[in-house]
């Protein structure tokens, strides 16, 4: 597609679809920020994650029931898939903070962008920002070259944007076990009593093969735990 055909499907009247780097951080009222490329451009090895946000910001009305979906991704030829269950989307929630006993930067108390939450439908008001990370995984046996599909953000009461995605796929593969051996104390007791409930053995073993799914080796760095 030309530029006209990209910016209608990024831009409708009603709201604009910014795509973003994962490194920052976006708070509810950063509805200032400027619109990088139109094309989500995204590379990575075999058996890895990478990924992106889009921020969604109103411009004419509140959004109700905002959904976000992605496509399969397809080869040029299209011979080959990434399918999209491979394609982790995840609201972007926030946690109300105050003001600690030490300085920080940037400078900010309240709503703090933070934990990743499941992709259900939201309710967005103008004058707010709504992040959503969109995570790609590159099977291990998959081949080695561009892929493209599309991010697509609806509203029961507006349009629906399409956002164009390109990945890339590097003719390597991420072993399963990694080379770089990492501690991360991993308490049972945390996560019950933020969750009020005791774990089982299922939920237990399903934070472990989280926890291995991103590279992150669970240990007890303190004796207390």
Known sequence: PNDAQLKHHIESAEYRVIITSTMEKFFKDDISVKVPDRQADVALARNEYEGFQLLIIPAGKNLHKVQVKSSDFQSKDGKNIIKSENIAISVVGYVETQKPNYPIEPNRIGLWPDPLLPNEPFELNQGEIQPVWINIYAPADVSAEDYFGDITVSAENSHTVVVPVKVKVWDFTLPVTPHLRTAFTFSKWCV??????????????????????????????????
């Open 192 to 225: 019950e009593h933020w969750y009020t409930q005791r774990m089982s053995k299922e939920k237990t073993r399903e934070w472990y093969l989280f926890l291995l799914k991103h590279r992150i080796s669970p240990t007890t760095l303190y004796p207390s735990n």
